[in-house]
């Protein structure tokens, strides 16, 4: 039915409005060391938002200035549409943090974590309660609410954390490495929690240094290093970027001097990375370039052709130097 | 299950200071809950032990001295009391602090909520002040069933202990705040609590010490402390001293309390 354009109210789209998260030239220096080194940044409603990077890449000092904790040293940011150097309260009210390292209290029963904490929020305790019920359910640990959090397992805690981080409604959920040290199957059921919480149009804006949950969760992301932004964009996009399509993996047995192979293979693809244990070749066509190493006269003791990850994208802009 | 978590419009209220800072407060009343029965007893039994030692069982021997105007219990027992609300003070401003900055990670926890530093931080001095006069008054009505508070004024010995405690919690709260390790603790209780308490008035007038040391104690917030409430007890305190004692322990409130600020700041926003 035809509705006269002047009455229809319009109803923004998840990725339109204003930004929740506005960045620029934002800098973060404790004394003489620059953890994060003047970033733009712009996160939409409804989006789910990843910072990837390497320990030490400014990660967390990031996330904790999107959470009106930690002051910027210099730079614009606008949470929300607030200032978060006079609006902290009224911006936290808003928002749901899940820490990297848990702050659940663990001599409290698991209800009773989420009761003390919708306090904080000024919520009534009848309206806390309600909500905790509702969470308890969402994270499946109704029939834990009485136990005391210390004995609960890893897995439990991060969804517990989640929970009260649900319990004031976020519009946008900070997530700092989230499934850091949990088991498969603990972070496929975060991972599930999170993903509905997208559906539901929740922000998602989040730090991890675990690839697949970049590829699981991620509409967009950029990659971290020194403080600056390495590279920006989609998962798809980057690896179309900064990776190729297939990745060849060649090994030549134990005491092989991979240097030598990659001469032998030099000319077949663009670029060929050497490992102690084996040859990394980046190709569109990997059952293809296998085929030219055979003719070639080569004989790898095994060959693997995978699809190029977002790790293969990681390891390229931050290197494979360990970063402790 | 699958209930719908976030489809209900959310209510964006924001608690205003006072909500923020009665939270806090609330978060520690909660934990009290947990230990209350235990403090209770301890605080009802140690001034009945030490009076009954050392006001009753000593101080008989003192007073066949006769060099004090009053009984020893008359005293000793009001220096007791500044000594607890000090000891008080003291002990729920070290590890509690610490926990909730590195172990417990409470601080932390509020920091991702509308409250903030200073919310935290007045929260949990106000809950100290609370800890502290509850301590303090149920020493001065065991006084007073000692028979040793002979004035009225006793009464207002229960601000004064008050006072007294939290001129040792607000600095400590720094102390706790700006060391990364409870090591210091142990130093800060061998080495400037118990020597306090031993000297600043509370056992034997300071005049008895020698003569730099009574202005060593004279700097003590404890002495100013016991001086207070040793004449409110007895009902002969002079409104100047009383002045003069009170501005040397606000002193210590204030300065205690902006380092506290300063350290909480540093401490709480600077790592995860």
């Known amino acids: ?324 | 299950m699958s209930t719908d978590v976030t489809s209900v419009p959310p209510s964006r209220y924001v608690p205003g200071p006072l909500a923020r800072v009665g939270a806090s407060i609330g978060f520690w009343a909660y934990q009290y809950r947990r230990t209350w029965r235990g403090t209770v007893v301890s605080s009802v039994l140690t001034p009945v032990l030490f009076l009954a030692a050392m006001g009753v069982g000593l101080g008989a021997l003192v007073d066949d001295g006769g060099r004090l105007d009053n009984d020893y219990l008359i005293f000793l027992a009001p220096g007791l009391l500044a000594a607890t609300a000090m000891q008080t003070g003291v002990f729920e401003s070290m590890y509690p602090v610490m926990g909730a900055i590195k172990w417990v990670r409470t601080y932390h926890a509020m920091l991702a909520t509308p409250l903030g530093v200073g919310d935290i931080l007045l929260g949990h001095l106000l809950w100290v002040v609370f800890r502290v006069t509850s301590t303090a008054a149920v020493y001065l009505a065991v006084i007073a069933l000692f028979g040793a508070a002979p004035s009225l004024t006793a009464l207002l010995a229960l601000p004064a202990a008050t006072l007294c405690g939290m001129a040792f919690a607000a600095p400590i709260f720094a102390f706790s705040a700006g060391y990364e390790s409870p090591s210091g603790f142990a130093a800060l209780e061998r080495f400037v609590i118990v020597p306090m308490f031993l000297f600043s008035g509370t056992f034997f007038p300071v005049s008895q010490l020698p003569e730099v040391l009574q202005w060593v104690a004279y700097a003590t917030p404890l002495y100013h402390g016991v001086e207070l409430c040793r004449a409110l007890v007895g009902g002969t305190q002079t409104a100047l001293d009383a002045v003069g004692h009170i501005g040397y322990l606000l002193l210590w409130v204030a300065g205690g309390v902006l380092a506290a600020f300063f350290f909480f700041r540093r401490r709480l926003e600077a790592t995860g």
């Open chain 1, 1 to 324: 039915m035809p509705v006269p354009v002047a009455n229809v109210e319009t109803v923004p789209a998840a990725s339109s409005g204003p930004p929740l998260v506005h960045a620029r030239r934002l800098t973060k220096r404790f004394g003489d060391f620059t953890a994060v080194d003047g970033i733009d940044v712009d996160v939409a409603r409804g989006e789910a938002f990843g910072f990837l990077g390497p320990n030490g890449a400014g990660k967390s000092s990031t996330m904790r200035m999107i959470g009106c904790v930690s002051p910027p040293t210099e730079g614009t940011l606008r949470i929300l549409g607030l200032d978060p150097r006079t609006d902290g309260p009224a911006i936290r009210a808003r928002l749901g943090v899940v820490p990297q390292q848990d702050t659940l209290d663990t001599e409290l029963s698991v209800r009773e974590n989420l009761l003390i904490y919708g306090r904080y929020f000024g919520m009534s305790r009848a309206a806390v309660r309600a909500k905790a019920e509702e969470l308890l359910d969402f994270v499946q640990l109704s029939d834990r609410a009485k136990d005391k959090v210390e004995p609960l397992s890893g897995g439990m805690k991060r969804r517990l954390t989640i929970a009260r981080s649900l319990v004031n409604d976020p519009e946008m959920l900070l997530l700092d490495e989230p499934t850091t040290g949990l088991d498969p199957q603990a972070r496929h059921s975060l991972w599930d929690r999170l993903f509905r919480l997208k559906q539901r149009g929740v922000t998602l804006v989040l730090t991890t240094h675990y690839m697949d949950e970049a590829e699981q969760l991620c509409d967009r992301l950029v990659v971290m290093d020194k403080g600056r932004f390495a590279a920006e964009g989609s998962p798809r996009e980057l690896i179309a970027t900064y990776s190729t399509r297939e990745v060849l993996e060649l090994r030549f047995g134990p005491d092989a001097d991979n240097n030598v192979y990659a001469d032998k293979v030099h000319g077949l693809v663009n670029r060929v990375e050497v490992l102690p244990d084996r040859l990394l070749l980046y190709t569109d066509d990997g059952d293809g370039t296998a085929a030219a190493v055979y003719d070639r006269g080569l004989r790898p003791a095994s060959t693997l052709v995978r699809r190029s990850t977002l790790e293969d994208v990681f390891l390229r802009l931050t290197g494979r130097t360990l970063v402790d």
